[in-house]
Each structure stands twice: as structure tokens, then as C-alpha cells.
């Protein structure tokens, strides 16, 4: 299959003086994970879901930072992004993207954006059907955090090892999982875009009288705030297309492995693409 054939259009874009909130809740209200930036007609980047929770890891003081409806979006975007033409083969287009850490192309034709081809866009077609490997064949390790963990404290770590983090138990056992997407469209953020969360306790106003809750402080955000659950497993021994359906069917991106209650690695969209850029 050609690029063509699989890529999204007409794409959703913004230009360079939109600010971040405006370019996230475009994302959030059409379900999409990038949006290409325009000055008048002319393409001059890309911002993803990745470089907005990336940018809410801030090392400023508190008097520096800026609300997220006052930061432009050319601050956060990728400039000059790697485009593919339409008649590029998908397994080129696949093996562009894991090579330069993108997850989508503008697909141009001369200087005019014809649409984009994306991860989702390759794992939505049959090029993934004919992968004949088990889950076990190509997963990888997972990293893991505890529930307790600080936002800022995962963000670096999914910023380091460009991956998805697995949230654990005290007693081991699954608690969620966190992505990119949890970070960037998380709803509590403070005036100056840091995640945070309310903490209030019960106490009573008087003594045998009726307890009420009374606010106490805000405290930056934890791991538990923002991850998903449950968790969608499978087994190691499973096909690549039984994966790839519960994939789709939940409308995630990985997959964690486990057996006998055991976590045994993580088999995630990349694993895949792989296979087909081969």
C-alpha cells in the first residue's frame, strides 16, 4: 500500500500565534494527537500531544511560568517537519517515523499539504494483518512506577525513555498506565499550567456535630491522578493479530503481557510498526 491510500484529509490545523490551550482543546474535541501549524499557506511545523505534556514539565519559578492561554504554539512545536510524498510506500513511511521519533507525516504534494499518515493510519490497515510473530516474539521490558510517584517525577522518565510508564501496587499488581495523552489533556492544571490536585479532609465544624469537608492545599499532581485503568492484558504466547484487535477494539496504542498474574513486558504500537518496516 501507498501513503496515499491510508493517510487522514483534510488535516486539522493552526497557526504560529494560536496559543497552547487553543491547540489542546482542538485536539480534545476531534479525538487527534497533532495538528500541523501554518503561517498563511505555508507549513513550518507540527505540535503533538508529546510536546504539549513535555512542556508542562517546568523548571522556572512559579513568577516565570506563563498560563498555558498565553504561550503561542510556535513555542512548543517541532519546526520543519519531515514530509513524505503520497506515493511512498508505507513500510518507508513506517521506518521514517521510528527513525526520526515522529508519529505522524504531512504528506505534501509540490507545496501544498494533501494530508497526514500516522501510526494509527498504518495500524488501522492490512498492513499489520500479515505479522505472524506472538506477543512474547517482540514485546519489550516495561518500566514501572509506583501510584505515589510526582507528575514531575514521571514526566521526566517518560521524557527519558520516550516510553509509556506502567503504574504498580505496594503489592506489585496492576494499578494503570500512563502515556503522553494522560499528561497532556489532564484537566487540573494551576494558572501557570503545572498539574496539580485539590486535598480536603472531613472535620467537624463543632463538637458531635455533622463533619464537613474543608479545603486544605494543592499539591502538585501524582501518578495515580492521571493514569488509566484497568489495564488491557494479554497473554505472551498470544498472536500479533490477537493483540493488534484488542488494540483497536480499546483504542489503545500498547498492551501490557502478563502471565499468572505475573507482568511479563509491554508490546506496544513502535513493536509493531517495526515489523512492517521491515
Known sequence: MIVQEM????????????????????MLRHKISRLLVMDEEKLVGIITK??????????????????????PVEVMMRRDPIT???DLQAGRAAGMMLTHDVSGLP????????GIITKTDIMASGEVDRITATVGDIMEDVLTVSRYHSL???????????????????????????TESNIAFFDSFD?????????????KEESGGPKNRR?????????????????????????????????????????????????????????ILKEVAQ
Not at 493517510?7 to 482542538?26: D, G
Open 107 to 114: 504528506v505534501m504534494n509540490n507545496e501544498n499539504v494533501e
Open 152 to 178: 514531575n517525577h514521571v514526566i521526566d522518565l517518560i521524557r527519558e525513555r520516550n516510553d509509556k510508564i506502567l503504574v504498580i501496587n505496594n503489592d506489585g499488581t496492576l494499578a494503570g498506565v500512563i
Open 215 to 271: 479545603h486544605v492545599r494543592q499539591l502538585s499532581g501524582i501518578a495515580e491522578d492521571v493514569m488509566s485503568r484497568p489495564v488491557i492484558t494479554i497473554s505472551p504466547a498470544e498472536s500479533i493479530s490477537s493483540a493488534i484487535a484488542l488494540m483497536r477494539e480499546h483504542h489503545i496504542n500498547s498492551i501490557i503481557a502478563e502471565e499468572a498474574g505475573e507482568i511479563k513486558g509491554i508490546l506496544k504500537r513502535d513493536d
Open 50 to 71: 508529546k510536546d504539549i505534556a513535555y512542556g508542562f514539565r517546568q523548571h522556572d519559578p512559579i513568577w516565570r511560568r506563563r498560563p498555558i492561554d498565553r504561550i
Open 7 to 26: 493517510m487522514s484529509a483534510p488535516v486539522y490545523v493552526v497557526n504560529t500565534q494560536e496559543n497552547i490551550a487553543y491547540a489542546r482543546n482542538l
Open 191 to 203: 494558572h501557570t499550567g503545572v498539574p496539580e490536585r485539590e486535598i480536603v479532609h472531613l472535620r
Open 84 to 86: 513524505v510524498s503520497p
